[in-house]
């Protein structure tokens, strides 16, 4: 007995709820539906000058059933060409994207966001410019990067509105974390999106190359000091006239240094204004070559007339 009434509950359940929905549905209602935005035909010779929506937020009133079947149907979309826009006000307004949909009778739209796009041209142009990577390094204990970052190509032509051109210098990658490095980074990486801007891009995507490798420290002795722009008339003793620095760098490259890669200076303005009687110097190492302690941290020194 039991297994009979399932069936008929299930069928007036049904029921029940055909009806519902069959009464509900007649009545207006409002929903919200995005739509892509496609503006088509621009002349040769020419570029968006300002960002286009990619969207447009409609707003529809109507008969329930209407309203479903306009959701659950092909989704709407807004296709408009230059050419067919008045080139002393190209502007699209509420009533321009009314008489472009084909809606049903007892539909209607009754907004829209935003409430009108402006599509301003300007003259194409092509800029050449550098590409910066955005990225964030972090390496296991006792390795570090040798050399510099390696990105090819080092830059891009970006094509667009000669306005807009102007004020763009450089370009970055999408954003890469890389964490616990012990080991060369070779990867691709896309350039950052342009968002809503219309440009185009040479490539869409850079190599980039990072040198990682386990680090070490090495003294070397005996580096001379040199005093730059020394008056003719003048010569400078220093005391003790040779250094001793400690460095940090990646074993290999380390190994490949010599002396004669370092240069150490002071310079005599600094001298010749101090007035506690010792001088810092200037340490220029190889690109890599970090720097971790230098003897002495200052230098004495005799100023007197050339003879």
Request: hydrophobic share 45%; glycine share 6%.
């Amino acid at each position: 007995m039991k297994n009979r009434r399932f069936p008929l509950i299930f069928v007036a359940s049904v029921f029940g709820i055909v009806a519902w929905a069959s009464v509900t549905l007649r009545e207006e209602y409002q929903v919200t539906m995005t739509v892509p935005f496609v503006l088509e035909g621009t002349p040769p010779g020419q570029a968006m000058k300002s960002p286009l929506p990619r969207t447009i937020q409609l707003k529809f009133r109507g008969d329930g059933w209407k309203l479903a079947a306009l959701m659950l149907g092909r989704e709407p979309k807004l296709v408009f060409s230059v050419a067919e826009l008045p080139s002393s006000n190209r502007l699209i307004v509420f009533n321009d994207v009314a008489e472009r949909l084909s809606l049903s009778s007892g539909i209607r739209l009754v907004e829209m966001k935003p409430d009108s796009v402006r599509v301003e041209l300007d003259r194409a142009a092509v800029k050449t410019i550098p590409v910066l990577l955005d990225c964030a390094l972090a390496y296991r204990e006792g390795y570090g990067q040798v050399g510099g970052t390696m990105i090819t190509p080092e830059s891009v032509a970006i094509t667009g509105a000669e306005s807009v051109l102007k004020n763009i210098t450089s370009w970055r990658t999408e954003r890469r974390t890389f964490d616990d490095l012990k080991g060369p980074v070779v990867e691709e990486i896309p350039l950052a999106s342009p968002g809503a801007a219309d440009l185009a891009f040479s490539v869409s995507a850079v190599r980039v190359g990072i040198n990682v490798e386990a680090f070490a420290e090495k003294v070397f002795y005996g580096l001379p000091v040199e005093v730059t722009s020394v008056p003719g008339d003048r010569e400078v003793i220093l005391i003790p006239p040779k250094i001793e620095v400690v460095v940090r760098a990646g074993i290999r490259q380390l190994a490949a240094l010599t002396t004669p890669d370092f240069r150490v200076s002071a310079d005599y303005a600094v001298i010749a204004a101090d007035t506690t009687g010792s001088v810092d110097v200037s340490i220029n190492a190889p690109a890599g070559v970090q720097l971790v302690a230098k003897r002495p941290d200052h230098l004495q020194y005799i100023v007197r007339r050339r003879l």
